[in-house]
């Protein structure tokens, strides 16, 4: 059963054009991660949320906002796409605000900026 | 700030023969120190973890070592099979986050 669900998996938006991603959980974890990981490279943390409690990683660009509306739905929005944001994006979650709780991934969703 | 460096960058195995793979790190108040994978297009997944109280974990054909004198830690895969072609990075707990290692890519040749 799917645990951590990204939508969509691909998404193709035009440079500058605000896009939105997904992700929804049914694990009820409180912690939701959104990383952004580069062809070959770790992931980046780029912001979590602590149950409503928001928290933005120093070197993430403004251009990154978040969203979590409730428990199980969290949304990236990236207000003004460039080239160098062509990435694949992942939620995770956990079950508390500790690294030493496991984090689940969704699938990601590969962002194509053209 | 703190770090993980990971060695070697790729590994190239005969399918069947052993893997391993190293990471060393400098924050000495890190206590947990996952091993994930990711396949091609795939999300990364947790294969196994270990905590600062143990020296040794194993599952199966996995297992992971720590030295925390030494502070570094390595994955061991016993007789490769194709399935285990593969992205593994390590990481350690700092704060509230996982530190990663920049990733070893591991072929299995058959």
């Known amino acids: 059963d799917a645990m951590v669900i990204q939508n969509p998996r691909y998404q193709v938006t035009q440079f500058g054009k605000p896009v939105t991603l997904s992700c929804s959980q049914t694990?009820?974890?409180?912690?939701m991660y959104w990383y952004q990981q580069k062809s070959s490279q770790a992931p980046k943390l780029l912001f979590h949320?602590?149950?409503?409690?928001?928290?933005n990683e120093a070197d993430t660009p403004d251009n990154f906002q978040s969203r979590r509306p409730n428990t199980s739905f969290c949304f990236l929005d990236i207000r003004s796409p460039g080239l160098g944001d062509a990435a694949m994006y992942l939620c995770?979650?956990?079950?508390?605000?500790?690294?030493?709780?496991?984090?689940?991934f969704g699938p990601g969703t590969r962002l194509l900026v053209l | 700030g703190e770090n993980v460096e990971q060695h070697p960058s790729t590994l190239s195995v005969q399918e069947g023969d052993s893997a391993v793979i190293k990471c060393t790190y400098s924050?000495?108040?890190?206590?947990?120190f996952p091993w994930y994978k990711q396949e091609l297009g795939k999300r990364p997944q947790l294969i196994i973890d270990?905590?600062?109280n143990v020296g040794e974990k194993k599952d199966q054909r996995i297992a992971v070592t720590l030295n925390k004198t030494a502070k570094h830690f390595s994955l061991h895969i016993t007789e490769t099979q194709p399935e285990d072609s593969a992205v593994y990075f390590c990481?350690?707990?700092?704060?509230?986050?996982?530190?990663w290692g920049a990733g070893t890519k591991l072929i299995i040749k058959p």
């Open positions: 995770a979650t956990s079950r508390d605000r500790s690294a030493q709780e496991t984090q689940y």
């Open positions: 694990l009820n974890h409180n912690v």
């Open positions: 949320y602590y149950d409503k409690d928001f928290n």
């Open positions: 924050d000495s108040a890190s206590n947990y």
């Open positions: 270990i905590r600062s």
């Open positions: 990481a350690m707990d700092s704060n509230y986050q996982l530190i």
